[in-house]
C-alpha cells in the first residue's frame, strides 16, 4: 500500500452515517466496515482522532428547535455522540484496532474525561481517540467541534466522510446541473455562505491552515484512499 500523505488526521462521521440506509440507530455492518478501514490508517502508522455527530439519535438545534430550550436540546446532542463513539470504539476494539474515548464533559464512569496530553501519549502508541461530547459547550456544532480538535491535536487534514461525495455548486438533489468542485477555499465556502461545513468550524479551520477533505463515506474505504492522496472528493483550503 502507498505511502499516507497524511501522518495524523482527524476524522469526521456523521452520526446519520453510522445509522446505515436509515440514518438512525446504529448500523454495525457500516461501522464494522469503517473500523477496518481506520484499521489500515492505523496500521499505515497514521495517528487518528475521531469526531461523530449524533444526528442518527437527535440533533440539539433541529429536533429541539421551538419545543425546548436550545442549551438542553444541544446537551442531548452531545449524549447522542457519546454513546456513538461507545458503540464505535466497542466494534473497533473487535476488529483490533485500540481505541479509546475521551468526553468533553466528565462522566468519569462511562469514559475518560479529556486530556490534551492523554490524548497526545494515546495517539502516539497507535490508539484512535474518539472525542465525545462535541466541545463541551452548546450552541457550537460537531463540525466545529472537530474543527477544534484538529487544530489541538495538530493534526495535518480534517477528513470529513458524508452522505455526499463532495463540494458541489449548487444543492445536487434540487439542481440536476449542480457540478461537483475538485476544490474550493474557505473564503469561499463563507462567501457563498454554502452549508458543506458551518462557519465556525471554516473559520478556525482557515485560520489554522488545515486542509479538509470531504467525500463520500460509502464506500468506507474510501478513508484510506483520501490519506493514500486519492483525489476523491472536494478538497478546502486556502483563505
Known amino acids: ?116 496530553l492523554r490524548a497526545m501519549e494515546h495517539l502516539r502508541k497507535g490508539r484512535v481517540v474518539l472525542f465525545a461530547a462535541g466541545s463541551g459547550n452548546p450552541y457550537f456544532s460537531t463540525d466545529s467541534a472537530a474543527a477544534l480538535k484538529a487544530a489541538e491535536i495538530g493534526a495535518d487534514a480534517l477528513l470529513m466522510a458524508k452522505n455526499i461525495d463532495g463540494v458541489y455548486t449548487a444543492d445536487p438533489k434540487k439542481d440536476p446541473s449542480a457540478v461537483r468542485l475538485d476544490h474550493i477555499s474557505y473564503g469561499e465556502i463563507l462567501a457563498k455562505d454554502l452549508k458543506v461545513i458551518d462557519s465556525t468550524a471554516t473559520s478556525l479551520l482557515r485560520d489554522n491552515a488545515i486542509p479538509t477533505l470531504i467525500f463520500a463515506l460509502d464506500p468506507p474505504e474510501n478513508i484510506v484512499r483520501v490519506v493514500r492522496g486519492e483525489k476523491i472528493g472536494t478538497v478546502v483550503s486556502g483563505g
Open 1 to 116: 500500500m502507498d505511502s499516507p500523505m497524511y501522518k495524523r488526521v482527524l476524522l469526521k462521521l456523521s452520526g446519520e452515517a453510522l445509522g446505515g440506509q436509515g440514518g438512525r440507530g446504529l448500523d454495525f455492518s457500516v461501522m464494522r466496515d469503517v473500523s477496518r478501514s481506520i484499521g489500515q490508517l492505523v496500521e499505515l502508522g497514521v495517528q487518528v482522532g475521531l469526531v461523530t455527530g449524533g444526528g442518527n439519535y437527535w440533533r440539539g438545534a433541529k429536533d429541539g428547535g421551538g419545543k425546548m430550550d436550545r442549551s438542553q436540546a444541544d446537551k442531548m446532542g452531545m449524549l447522542a455522540t457519546v454513546m456513538n463513539s461507545l458503540a464505535l470504539a466497542e466494534v473497533l476494539g473487535q476488529e483490533g484496532v485500540p481505541a479509546r474515548v475521551m468526553t468533553m464533559i466528565d462522566m468519569p464512569r462511562i469514559a475518560e474525561g479529556y486530556s490534551y
